[in-house]
């Protein structure tokens, strides 16, 4: 009996080694790949930390990278202006409207990034035509693209504190609605107001087909496009954006750990 | 600090088909501690959100201190409020909470934050967070935050239901002393009818969005002005009756009535378990169905033919009554209420 048991523990443990290797070697090969291509002939990663030569080399890629972190940071405090009132107003005044508005925020998951841009198309024709052909008006496209996961994430927040209450409670002692919002529920919901920024901002550094079909630039069209001229910078771009995503999900889940313990 | 008068004036609020409140009057004194006291669905809460400006009313008006304030918002209201459930702000300390509204008004916060946690009795724990403080310690927060900003009134909104039995009676006690200390006019809304004899000045029993009866704790319990009042305030009998002029005959003996009736002779009295005194007697006509110990006192029930009686009797006196043992009831002579 106790030599089955062990026997089957022993099954068990050689299972899940051969899951985590089976997986840890297609995740990581890859990207290993990735290092040893973009390390080949040397200076590649010199380069790509020397900014004023970077941008002297390769102008296409230096403008690649500043319009998608102008994109991310735009995406995240549009996002953030636009969601946060909302979500707490529907929560406070028009918890009636909340199924719909859920409903509409999980809408872009379903519709594909190519079906997103045929009916984006005719929008930025107005968007050229009033303010311009700038990359950094695909803001508006990202925060359509984020909303789901941002919509989550400070849903999330509010459900875990007594809105409702809060509101009411500061209401008596004499706040206004902006008061109630900057100083009561906002400073509750940090951490899901972070994780709902960290989220936007790895999408949008990793988003291609949008800005591609809207001929835009942005990182990874100027990978695209660095990838036929040269392919060992474009490959050590692209794990530098992968690596940087990594970091900022890590951060996300180590606020959410800190918050848990600290309740 | 003294209070204010506060009078609600004729005021009605509908939920869809559901009327919380109709036509519901109410005059509190400068200074007077008013429990409501009803079953929930009573239209109590509904009528006290609506004074804090948390809900508007259909109609009616609101004074405070002879000032209609019906259009105020709820910011501007200048009323202190404890909720039920735990409204402390969890990202702060219970100084800064208690600090909040006194900032708001631009006051000196410190000074007098802190002599409003030293009333209530938790001046040592200034520094600590919500989620590091028990329930009832919270509540005590809660109810310096409120009255730390000095409001006209104070809106207590079934504020010790979440805590357990004994912080409970502790934190009645409390509050009732700090609000006889500050003077604040005070509504108190509550489902518990020992609390809200035990604590206010006057007590108005709510049923179905009106008053039933405002009085003084004493006369809502000895003189419930209905039924529902007599059934809802404490435990009552409901024996038959014959109707015999001012009085009534209960079980074989005269029972003055609370306010004379008109009716058939046949009516059902509402009894005390106190006025119901149990004596063991071999001829009697009760039979002792069942016995608790309830500590200080004791519950037993007996069957008088079809009908089940409820006496409450002194702890000690229990060991005569064992299940089964032939009794006879003695009614005290207290004033008694008509069911109708």
């Not at chain 2, 929930?40 to 400006?53: D, E, H, V």
Request: with cysteine; proline share 5%; charged share 20%.
């Amino acid at each position: 009996m106790a030599g089955l048991r062990a026997r089957r523990a022993r099954r068990q443990r050689v299972f899940r080694w051969t899951v985590l290797t089976v997986a840890g070697v297609f995740f990581l090969l890859p990207l290993a790949a990735m290092l040893e291509f973009s390390t080949r002939g040397g200076g590649t990663w010199s380069l790509l930390v020397d900014w004023p030569q970077l941008s002297e080399t390769y102008p296409d890629l230096a403008e690649g990278i500043l319009a998608s972190l102008g994109q991310a940071a735009l995406t995240a405090l549009l996002m953030l202006a636009l969601l946060v009132p909302t979500a707490i107003w529907v929560r406070l005044r028009l918890p009636g409207l909340r199924p719909l508005v859920e409903f509409v925020c999980l809408l872009p998951l379903t519709i594909p990034a190519i079906v997103l841009v045929v009916g984006l198309a005719p929008v930025y024709a107005w968007v050229n035509y009033f303010i311009g052909g700038s990359s950094l008006t695909l803001t508006f496209a990202y925060t359509i693209l984020v909303l789901p996961y941002a919509y989550r994430a400070i849903d999330a927040g509010l459900s875990a504190i007594d809105v409702r209450t809060l509101a009411e409670a500061a209401r008596g002692l004499g706040a206004g609605w902006a008061t109630v919002m900057v100083r009561v529920v906002l400073p509750n919901i940090r951490s899901a107001v972070l994780s709902a920024a960290f989220l936007t901002v790895a999408l949008v550094l990793g988003e291609f087909t949008i800005a591609s079909l809207l001929n835009r630039t942005n990182l990874q069209v100027a990978i695209n496009l660095l990838g036929k001229s040269s392919a060992t910078m474009s490959v050590a771009v692209s794990l530098a954006a992968l690596v940087l995503a990594f970091v900022l999900l890590l951060l996300l889940s180590l606020f959410g750990d800190r918050r848990r313990t600290s309740r | 600090m003294s209070g204010v008068a506060v009078q609600l004036d004729d005021l009605s609020r509908s939920f869809g088909s559901v009327h919380a409140l109709d036509s519901f009057s109410l005059l509190m004194r400068p200074g007077e501690l008013i429990a409501l006291l009803g079953p929930s669905g009573c239209g109590k809460t509904t009528a006290l959100r609506i004074l804090a400006g948390l809900e508007d009313a259909d109609s009616g008006r609101i004074l405070v201190g002879g000032r209609d304030i019906g259009g105020l918002p709820a910011n501007r209201r200048d009323m202190g409020m404890v909720f039920q459930a735990y409204s402390l702000f969890p990202h702060l300390s219970a100084l800064e909470n208690v600090q909040f509204g006194l900032k708001l008004r631009r006051r000196a916060a410190g000074d007098r934050a802190a002599t409003m946690l030293d009333l209530v009795g938790i001046a040592e724990h200034a520094g600590r967070y919500p989620h590091q403080l028990s329930g009832g310690q919270q509540q005590r927060v809660a109810l310096a935050r409120a009255l730390a900003i000095e409001p006209q009134v104070l809106l207590l909104d079934e504020p010790l239901s979440a805590l357990d039995a004994k912080v409970r009676v502790q934190l009645r006690d409390e509050i009732r002393r700090i609000q006889t200390e500050v003077g604040t006019t005070t509504l108190f809304v509550t489902h518990d009818q020992e609390e809200a004899l035990a604590i206010a000045d006057r007590v108005g029993v709510m049923r179905a969005g009106s008053l039933e009866q405002l009085a003084e704790p004493a006369e809502v319990y000895l003189r419930p002005a209905s039924a529902f009042v007599a059934d809802f305030v404490g435990l009552s009998n409901r024996l038959p009756g014959r109707l015999d002029g001012d009085a009534v005959s209960v079980l074989g003996t005269r029972l003055p009535l609370v306010r004379a009736a008109a009716g058939g002779p046949e009516v059902t009295a509402l009894v005390r378990p106190e006025s119901v005194d149990v004596v063991p007697d071999p001829d009697g006509p009760g039979r002792v169905v069942s016995t608790a110990f309830l500590g200080p006192t004791s519950r037993v029930t007996v069957a008088v033919g079809e009908t089940l009686v409820v006496a409450q009797v002194t702890g000690e006196r229990l060991a005569g009554l064992t299940v089964d043992a032939q009794v006879r009831l003695e009614l005290r002579p207290v004033a008694v209420a008509l069911e109708t």
